[in-house]
């Protein structure tokens, strides 16, 4: 069976760029009608909280990525101490005490020698006096794992064949210090044991991926099938990093982004596919194919959800957005005239309350001196009684015989006198809604 995961760390709120993993993960899942599992990334004690924890669930819950189970890797360390000793047993694990300025002094004589700055694994000649001296003196060392010097190779859903030199990459350290497990051995740990066949993730996992395909076969394990996506940039191109405390998913929610909005457009940016926007998650589900996507950094612009949420507005009906009418007190009786006058004038349904601050209090109205009798010809007109949808087409074709005014010179000076904007929803929909003239009426 085919089996995803998405592994957020809850150190922080998901953004674009873990959005993109999490929705390519659950649609290879949910295509091959499999399994999507959220495995909470919660190894580090001190940055971890439950809150973000619980904001994780509801982001995913918002777009409807439902996952079929949740793990924490905070319940698993009694594994991954199984798996740490076994790769002891095996001689794979060893303990190296260098502080960090050691490393870095290490590093740049490398570089200054024109060579790869890897670790040198001088760890490995300690002998037992050495390392409990040292132990002593700092505390315990970090656990590396020792690379086999060969070619790592694996053929990636998006990268194609890739082929990396382990001799140029350190030691990989798998336990901190003070214990803590890392990313690389948890993850190992836990595809294997769950049963992970597909893992998508981002380009800048590529290193990680070959140390971690060598650990699972130094557990006596295969590896899932591989794909790394592109990393997002900005518009421009630009680093996209530093915008991300902008770009969480919850942000996008308070400015209105629709979920089919967002998820139509990152299930298709960066591939040879172009942006539609779905009505519905099956239709994402079927048209997916991660061998779609290329490799050159992807260009991601906010304000592209803003026309596909105005376009998904423009599709519902009013039963849809009863409760957001509710909310800024459209009365129920109105609510579907309102929606209908209302939704092809909005990005978002945050828009929805000016529009009925509009029909509910008046405007100050936009009158040019030149038009000020005309205006008050024009009101002096008004049908009486109640008004509807054939209201504005008489009345306007009163004032015309009236006033011989005609075209733009007669209509833009009744929307600007009326609602104090030069442009807006059919004044057909939007006449019988206003208060005011209700009011008259």
Known sequence: MTTTRFAPSPTGYIHVGNLRTALMNYLIARKAGGTFILRIDDTDPERSKEEYVDAIKQDLEWLGLH???????SERLDMYAEAADQLRGIGRFYEAFETPTELDLKRKKQLNMGKPPVYDRAALSLSEADREALRAERGNGVWRFKLDHQRIEWNDGILGDISIDAASVSDPVLIRGDGQVLYTLASVVDDTDMGVTDVVRGSDHVTNTATQIQIMAALGHGHPRFAHHSLLTGPQGEALSKRLGT????????????????????????????????????????GFDVARFGTAPTKFDVQDLFPLTAHYLQTLTESAVADRL???????DLAGAFWLMARGNIQTLNDLEGWWALCRDGA????????????AEAMALLPEGQLDGDSWSAWTQAVKQATGRKGKGLFMPLRKALTGQERGPEMAALLPLLQVIKARG
Do not use: K, N, T, Y
């Open 364 to 375: 100050d109205p936009m009158i040019a001196d030149e038009d000020r009798d005309f205006i």
């Open 326 to 332: 509710e909310a800024i007190g459209v009365p129920g």
């Open 247 to 286: 770009l969480a998913l919850r942000d996008l929610r308070e400015q209105g982004v629709q979920p089919m909005a967002l998820l139509s457009l990152m299930a298709r940016l960066g591939s040879s596919d172009p942006v539609e926007l779905r009505s519905e998650m099956a239709e994402l589900i079927d």
């Open 67 to 73: 996952w079929d189970r949740v793990e924490r890797q």
